[in-house]
């Protein structure tokens, strides 16, 4: 079963609309950590945000935010006013507690046009 | 200061060929890893070292051999190259288990490959 899960494969939007990219994971876990992480078309992989699973305490960052709820396992990502550097790949990742492996979902594609 | 940085930046080779691709961090991380991104982007782990000894290693094909000289460095070898290697490699390290809450990983610029 995929820990991971961004069922959005792809989506566009107009330049200042707000978009959000879901992320559901699963673990049994009481300790594990999500990440987000950026992928640009130019290719390189940029991390977003950490969050640990006993901070539910959402997070804003410019326009970008981050809603964490544990009662559904998921953990979104909203960018509010989008612009056209935001078109990228997204990727959104969980880590457990006692394992050092990573578990990314297949990312979702957002394009942003002017 | 490049944190995480891979050689080559791009590879085109003929099949059936061996090439070596290093990665190198400074962040001073215990942990390195080697993620392997096909066209469709998704992202899958083929190996993870701690400090020099292998603690992942996922279903990959034994002519993928990575190698850890030292905490610092994580080089993938792979022999008798196949069209179906063509991929972009990523390399990546965090702090590792014992880094707890604040354990990220970092990612590399990406080796593309191209097997011809």
């Known amino acids: 079963a995929q820990k991971v899960t961004q069922a959005q494969t792809e989506i566009s939007v107009v330049e200042k609309e707000d978009v959000t990219l879901d992320c559901v994971y699963e673990?049994?876990?009481?300790?594990?950590?999500l990440f987000w992480y950026k992928q640009p078309p130019s290719g390189e992989l940029v991390f977003l945000i950490r969050r640990n699973s006993f901070d539910e305490q959402n997070e804003i960052s410019g326009r970008y935010s981050w809603n964490f709820q544990k009662s559904t396992s998921s953990f979104n990502f909203t960018i509010t006013a989008s612009q056209v550097v935001d078109s990228a790949v997204y990727f959104c990742?969980?880590?457990?507690?006692?394992?050092?492996?990573?578990?990314f979902g297949s990312g979702t594609k957002l394009n942003v046009k002017p | 200061d490049t944190a995480v940085s891979q050689t080559p930046k791009y590879l085109v080779t003929q099949m059936g060929n061996d090439k070596s691709i290093k990665c190198e961090q400074n962040l001073g991380h215990d942990t390195m890893y080697w993620y392997k991104q096909d066209s469709k982007k998704f992202l899958k782990i083929m190996f993870s070292?701690?400090?020099?000894?292998?603690?992942i290693n996922e279903t990959v094909p034994n002519r993928f051999s990575p190698k850890s000289p030292d905490k610092a460095h994580l080089n993938l070898h792979i022999n008798s190259l196949e069209l179906g290697d063509s991929a972009v490699y990523f390399c990546?390290?965090?702090?590792?288990?014992?880094?707890?809450?604040?354990?990220?990983?970092?990612f590399g610029p990406g080796t593309r490959l191209t097997v011809l």
């Open positions: 673990t049994r876990d009481t300790t594990y950590y």
């Open positions: 990546a390290s965090s702090q590792g288990r014992l880094a707890g809450v604040t354990d990220t990983q970092y």
């Open positions: 070292y701690n400090n020099k000894e292998l603690i």
């Open positions: 990742a969980l880590k457990e507690n006692n394992f050092n492996k990573f578990y």
